[in-house]
């Protein structure tokens, strides 16, 4: 499965953004998709997880409230809206897909797209 994310970019803080990813196979249409975030120096962070049939949606503590992950399956994508955006949420964001129906901030996650680069601005 690739993965090819888009939608970063630069905004001022207080400002929104949309990421998408869409997915080369159905088959991550079967199985849940989610979204890390990454800065240098630092681990890979979970963002969002969602379930194959748009349940089971989990959220870091940092982003509740301000980001939504949705997806479509006909278009084997996912996405995440990012409102209220902060200095504190510039990074690099990966979407993944895992190998089973459902996933979250402790599991695995098999397939990784490229990332794209969010930069909020103070």
């Known amino acids: 499965v690739q993965l090819q994310a888009s939608g970063g970019g630069l905004v001022q803080a207080g400002g929104s953004l949309r990421l998408s990813c869409a997915a080369s196979?159905?088959?991550?249409?079967?199985?849940?998709m989610g979204w890390f975030r990454q800065t240098p120096g630092k681990e890979r962070e979970y963002v969002a997880g969602?379930?194959?049939?748009?349940?089971?949606?989990t959220y870091a503590d940092s982003v509740k409230g301000r980001f939504t992950i949705s997806r479509d399956n006909v278009k084997s994508a996912v996405f995440l809206q990012m409102n209220s955006l902060k200095p504190e949420d510039t990074a690099v964001y990966y979407c993944?897909?895992?190998?089973?129906?459902?996933?979250?901030?402790?599991?695995?996650?098999?397939?990784w797209g490229q990332g794209t680069l969010v930069t909020v601005s103070s």
């Open positions: 993944t897909v895992a190998r089973s129906p459902y996933s979250g901030p402790s599991g695995s996650w098999h397939y």
């Open positions: 196979r159905r088959t991550a249409s079967n199985n849940a």
């Open positions: 969602i379930g194959w049939r748009g349940d089971r949606i």
